[in-house]
Every structure is written in structure tokens, then in C-alpha cells.
């Protein structure tokens, strides 16, 4: 019998400063790798690591090569929390914020909040989201985001809420960012819900919108904000419970301005992530690892809103809970960089640059259960990034600066930044 021969791969990177390979079994692990180079077989990776050694299994003399010019490499950066879909603009308000006190803000009659969003989504067309939304996930392309998290909650009605699904699944469908879909009805209670009037709200989503939701088969998570003047803990039980049992993975919002007990319904029910948790405890910590939660940092919206109480990192590492990080890009925090967003996990959450990149990549992958992507493992997708700058620690001192300058999905090149011809 004759030895198969060695694999052969059809596209090479070359040429980088470092490669930085994160470990998707062992969160905040990253290799770093001097003149690393990554080969490619149609959308996958077939192997990254130094080049003698991938040249010994793989052979590589006949690939097309991607030149990274001295630059750094990465996977596809993964933004796993995203309110990606909205109608209109709260800039006003948030300015207005900025410079005026609570009782001057509601003198100017502003439309402020969620509230104020789901008023301008249910007004514009599919054609204005659509296009909308279509921008920023341009912009986050070209900062690297290569997959995205995007949930519905700017409807509040079913009507509008699966036409939110829907919209989702075209942007899936018509943009090299790969979409996944969470469906969020229970965001936040329809405008001018009276106190009375919640609990037939949570009947509504329970009993008629997750069904529906999970019938158009849009979407793959269910979600719910669990947090004072929100649903309550009870509520957000039913809402996910009623998620599960229609076929959605559940996420959780929680303990963001408030610690109610949704830290401890999301480790009882092991959801796939629990997010925010600025107020959780060290113990809601340790519960969550236990029971195999991923936590979400958003660092950004933190800092968009001047919270409080900012998330500390080391308190998340130190409890064992891996940690996936996103944007959080919302009409309250317009973001669209992951790069800016690892930067932040740095200097305000305390991660190290490898923690920030592991939670950017395989971290926020694990926190939308996608094992396939996030990592440069072999069989992996073959989603990379190569930024102007030769090591993981400039990316991180360069506050706001991320010189992307070509983003490869699923094995091709789907954004460039032209060479400067001297």
C-alpha cells in the first residue's frame, strides 16, 4: 500500500512579523509566532506554524502567496454581541448626555433610549435598515470582523420583530461577514407598556413570537435582558426556557447596572453566554465557569455610557470563566472595531494582549458556538487578518489605530487596502 502524500495547499501567507495563533482549548492562550505563515486548501487552513515546519507535511511550492509585508496576522476577529440592526440615530441624545444634566435632557424633549430607537426601526423601510446596516458591517469588515452576532429587540412586536429576522438573513446572505441570528423580543418592554401591562408582554413572546421566531428558522439563539427595570429574573426564565424548548441556544443580558440573581439563572440553565455582568459577584463568577458559560465583554458600551462599575477582567480570569468580547455597536455606543474594542479590554478591563486577542477570536466564536472559526487550527476556516503593525503588543498601544490591510474569508481576500507606490 502506498503512503497518501502530502496535502497541498492552493494559497500561502507569507511574509508576516508574527503570527498569533490562539489555543481555542485553553482560554487567553495565544502562540506567538516569529515569520509564522498560514496554508490554505480551498476555505480552510491546513496548517499555520513556522514555515520549515509546515513545508516538511504541506506542500506549498505551487500556492498562490499573500505577501503580509512584514505585518501582523491574526484569525477572523469574531464581534459575538451586536445590535447590529437599527433604524435612525440618537447622536442628539447622546451629546446631549454629554453636556446636560438629567432634568435639562428632558427639557430639550429628545427621544431618548431604547424606546426612542424602536420608534424610528418601525418606521423606516427594509430598503433604509437594510442599507443601514449594511454600512456597518462594511466598517467592521474592514476592521477585521470577519463573523457577527446579530440580534433583533428594535421591534417589540412580532409583526416587526420577525421582519427584523428576516433582514437579518438577507444581510447573511449578501455580505462577506458571516450573520448569526439571536432573536431578542425580550429586550425590552413595547413603548408605552404600563407597569400592568409586562407580564402579558413576556405571555406574547412566550407563547407567540419565540414560536414564530423559531419556525422561520432565521434564527439560532434567544435572548433576554434580565436587569433592574427590565424582566425580571422569573420572567427572563420563561423567556428562555420557552426559547430552549422551540430549538434556540440561549444568551443572557444581565447584571449589568444591577445584580438581580440572572448571573445564577444563567449558570442553572447553561446558557451559551452570559453578558455584561458588570455587577455580577465573584461567586455568580465561579457558577458561570462551572457550568461552562462563556462571558461577554463589551468594555466600549461601558465606556460609551460612563458606567460605574467597569468590568474587571481579572475577576472573570481568576474565576476561570472564558470570556469572548464584542463591540456591542447599539445606537448608545456606535462602535464598529474589534481592534478598539481589544484595546479597551487592555487598558479598562485589565486583560493582557493575548487575553484580548483569545477573547476576540476563539473566545467570542465559543460565545456563538461556532468552533469552526476564531482560531488558525487545521480544518478550521480560513478567515484571516493582516494589520501594519509587526507585533500583537502595537496593535494594543496604538489606541484607535488598526491598519487592516487585507482581510481573507473563507480562503479569499475580501477587503484590501491598495499599496502606496512611492
Known amino acids: 500500500m502506498t503512503s497518501p502524500g502530502p496535502q497541498t495547499a492552493d494559497l500561502v501567507v507569507v511574509g508576516a512579523s508574527e503570527l498569533a495563533v490562539p489555543d481555542p482549548s485553553a482560554p487567553g492562550v495565544v502562540s506567538r509566532i516569529a515569520g509564522g505563515v498560514v496554508a490554505v486548501a480551498g476555505d480552510r487552513i491546513l496548517a499555520a506554524g513556522p514555515e520549515p515546519e509546515i513545508a516538511e507535511s504541506i506542500d506549498i511550492s505551487s500556492a498562490e502567496r499573500i505577501d503580509a509585508a512584514g505585518g501582523l496576522v491574526v484569525p477572523g476577529f469574531v464581534d459575538c454581541h451586536t445590535h447590529l440592526l437599527f433604524g435612525g440615530s440618537r447622536a442628539r441624545e447622546y451629546v446631549a448626555r454629554l453636556t446636560h444634566s438629567s432634568a435639562a435632557l428632558e427639557e430639550l424633549n429628545i427621544p431618548t433610549g431604547i424606546a426612542a430607537t424602536v420608534e424610528m426601526t418601525r418606521t423606516a423601510s427594509d ?3 437594510l442599507l443601514a446596516a449594511t454600512g456597518r458591517l462594511d466598517a467592521m469588515l474592514a476592521q477585521g470582523t470577519t463573523t ?3 440580534k433583533t429587540g428594535y421591534g417589540l412586536e412580532i409583526t416587526q420583530e420577525l421582519r427584523l429576522l428576516g433582514l437579518n438573513q438577507t444581510l447573511a446572505t449578501d455580505h462577506d461577514v458571516d450573520v ?3 432573536f431578542m423580543a425580550a429586550h425590552d418592554y413595547p413603548p408605552g407598556t404600563p407597569w400592568a401591562g409586562h407580564e402579558a408582554y413576556v405571555d406574547a ?4 413570537m419565540i414560536p414564530a421566531a423559531a419556525e422561520t428558522g432565521a434564527a439560532e439563539f434567544n435572548d433576554v435582558f434580565c436587569d433592574e427595570g427590565y424582566f425580571s429574573v422569573e420572567q427572563a426564565r420563561r423567556v428562555l426556557e420557552a ?5 434556540l441556544q440561549p444568551k443572557i443580558h444581565t447584571d449589568q447596572y444591577s445584580s438581580l440573581g440572572g448571573a445564577e439563572l444563567a449558570a442553572d440553565l447553561g446558557v451559551v453566554s452570559a453578558d455584561h455582568l458588570n455587577c455580577a459577584t465573584d461567586e455568580d463568577l465561579a457558577r458561570l465557569a462551572e457550568a461552562g458559560v462563556t462571558g461577554v465583554l463589551m468594555p466600549l458600551i461601558d465606556f460609551a455610557v460612563a458606567h460605574p462599575r467597569p468590568v474587571d477582567g481579572r475577576r472573570w480570569v481568576a474565576a476561570g470563566l472564558p470570556i469572548g468580547l464584542a463591540t456591542d455597536i447599539c445606537p448608545g455606543g456606535w462602535t464598529v472595531s474589534m481592534p478598539l474594542a481589544m484595546q479597551f479590554a487592555c487598558r479598562v478591563s485589565a486583560l493582557t494582549p493575548e487575553q484580548a486577542l483569545w477573547a476576540a477570536t476563539a473566545g467570542a466564536a465559543r460565545a456563538i458556538s461556532r468552533d469552526d472559526r476564531g482560531s488558525l487550527a487545521a480544518g478550521g476556516l480560513a478567515d484571516l487578518v493582516i494589520i501594519d503593525l509587526p507585533r500583537l503588543e502595537d496593535l494594543i498601544y496604538r ?3 488598526a491598519p487592516v490591510t487585507k482581510v481573507m474569508k473563507r480562503g479569499e481576500v475580501v477587503h484590501s487596502v491598495p499599496e502606496v507606490v512611492a
Open 127 to 129: 430598503e433604509e435598515l
Open 148 to 150: 457577527a452576532e446579530s
Open 180 to 182: 448569526v441570528s439571536t
Open 205 to 208: 413572546v412566550v407563547a407567540e
Open 243 to 247: 426559547g430552549r424548548a422551540a430549538g
Open 399 to 401: 489606541i484607535g489605530h
